[in-house]
């Protein structure tokens, strides 16, 4: 059954670990589902996993709801997180409750989720949740800060820094968040943000602290492979079947090896191939 933000606040009053994973297309998603992962990102990680840009930035609304619309098809069962894509919220609260509630109107998503901590973030995140739509914050390293922070690197590494982090975490929750995700920070500073905040507290290489953990989940199957963070654990290797099978079928068909036409052909009955052979000879 589809877990609720009800579940949710259950499982981090009681330390029941929430588990998290990115997902962007119907196929993975059906897995995810199976496999029993309480709580999918389509996160606008799916620029560089899926699309193949660079960065997260060229992401566009259109591509969000077809991938949450796909991974919603996979994991009818699955509480969705929809992430907000680059200047899809950083204009205006008119224009961040508007793109929210595509989300949810065209994709069913369960929650949005949107990068930063900063007052205008806060007054965004206070506006899509005064509509009734959930909220998702994220703070620590968020991508599309990327350019601010001079790259993908951890976050609150000094005090000053750290309680900047809580304090952004706290504001957050104010602005009526219902969950917060922490990116690339020491384990330390995802354990201070988890006992400050009532709401759960997800990490991705944030310790093991948090309320729950999240990976890109084309990193963690070894699927991904352009880099890979140093929080990442690998659990299979995806990206090494797929080469495996890709090999073997490169070098059957240009062998003649594949197809097998008594395994892998359709048949007629032999009456019908006598006959098919005497029109043959007509034409
Ligand atoms: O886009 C994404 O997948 C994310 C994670 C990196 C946290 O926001």
């Known amino acids: 059954m589809k877990k609720s933000i009800i579940d949710f606040r259950r499982m981090a009053a009681e330390g029941e670990k929430i588990v998290y994973l990115t997902g962007y297309d119907y196929l993975t998603a059906k897995y ?3 496999a029993g ?24 609304m259109d591509d969000m709801i077809a991938h949450c619309s796909a991974v ?8 969705i ?7 899809s919220y950083q204009i205006s609260d008119e224009e961040a409750v508007f793109n929210a509630g595509r ?36 703070i620590g390293l968020t991508p599309q800060f990327a350019a601010q922070m001079g790259g ?63 990976l890109i989940y084309a990193d963690m199957v070894g699927y991904y492979d352009d880099f890979t963070p140093k929080f990442v654990k690998k659990y299979a290797d995806v990206g090494g079947e797929l080469l495996k099978g890709f090999t073997a079928y490169c070098e059957e068909v240009r062998s003649g ?12 009955a032999d009456e019908e191939a006598a006959e098919l052979e005497k029109l043959l000879k007509e034409i």
């Open 32 to 34: 995810e589902e199976r």
């Open 37 to 60: 992962v309480d709580m999918i990102l389509v996160g606008d990680s799916l620029g560089m996993v899926t699309l193949g840009h660079e960065t997260t930035y060229p992401v566009t």
């Open 72 to 79: 919603r098809r996979g994991a009818p069962n699955t509480f």
């Open 81 to 87: 997180v929809g992430d907000m894509p680059y200047m």
């Open 103 to 138: 989300f949810t109107k065209e994709s069913l998503v369960d929650a949005i989720k949107l990068e930063g901590g900063t007052d205008s973030v806060c007054e965004r995140i206070k506006a899509i949740a005064d509509v009734g739509i959930l909220v998702m914050g994220h």
């Open 152 to 214: 993908y690197k951890a976050q609150g590494k000094s005090a000053d820094a750290a309680i900047e982090l809580v304090k952004q975490a706290m504001k957050i929750e104010e602005a009526g968040a219902a969950f917060i995700l922490v990116e690339g920070v020491p384990a330390v500073v995802g354990k201070a943000i988890t006992e400050k905040l009532s709401i759960p507290v997800l990490g991705i290489g944030a310790g093991s602290y948090t309320d729950g953990q999240l």
């Open 257 to 268: 090896a594949f197809p097998d036409d008594s395994k892998h052909a359709y048949v007629i």
